[in-house]
């Protein structure tokens, strides 16, 4: 499902949202609490999004001003201070942090026009500007899970699982062309796909992103 740049902004907007309303009732002992990804707690991940948001946003600058730049000037290592330097802030700095930084990564997104939506931006892999909400949209969603606050993958959007199944099945045809994808509820394939499977018995994946 190909999805145009306006309703990809628009499905952002909503992911933004719902995450910003989870951080709403963030208390700072949960923040200080582990998330369900290994080695990080929710204040970690939180950190991550609004970093990550920075990092698209230079990006979107990127985009509209001609100039390309870094996603994580200083590479792996500095991506990881900051996050590391902000996870323990107090709750109502870190859902700020959260909320400015997506926010303002969704204004940049909005002033770029159709005639510049094919510009590439050096991510991992080739992609082009109107991929940057969609990666986005990915660190949202998932992370909203990882969170481990009642979100689940049966709260993902329709919309959501589509789009990414349809980008991430074809990639792990490659990486794994003997795996057999299970069959699962859309949502739960997803999970199981991205490495958040919610039974046991499944098989086995390598990392990803693929």
């Not at 740049?5 to 309303?21: F, G, I, N, Y």
Request: some cysteine; aromatic content about 6%.
């Amino acid at each position: 499902m190909t999805m145009a740049h306006d309703e990809a902004l628009t499905e952002l907007d909503e992911s933004q949202r719902r995450v910003e309303s989870t951080l709403a009732s963030l208390t700072d002992a949960q923040a200080r609490a582990a998330s369900l990804l290994p080695g990080w707690t929710r204040g970690h991940l939180v950190s991550h999004l609004a970093r990550n948001a920075d990092a698209l946003n230079r990006f979107a600058a990127g985009v509209l001003d001609g100039t390309p730049r870094e996603m994580y000037p200083g590479g792996r290592e500095a991506r990881a201070a900051a996050i590391e330097e902000g996870a323990d802030r107090p709750v109502a700095l870190l859902a700020a942090d959260f909320r400015f930084a997506g926010r303002r990564l969704l204004d940049s997104l909005r002033g770029i026009g159709p005639e510049l939506l094919d510009t590439p931006v050096n991510w991992r892999k080739p992609v082009t500007a109107r991929d940057i909400p969609l990666l986005r949209w990915h660190e949202l969603e998932i992370h909203h899970l990882d969170l481990g606050l009642g979100y689940s993958c049966r709260d993902w959007p329709v919309s959501f699982v589509e789009s990414t199944l349809e980008s991430q099945l074809p990639e792990l045809a490659v990486a794994a062309p003997d795996v057999t994808p299970p069959d699962l509820p859309r949502a739960e394939l997803l999970a199981w796909l991205i490495g958040r499977p919610t039974r046991d018995g499944l098989p086995e994946l390598p990392a990803w992103p693929f």
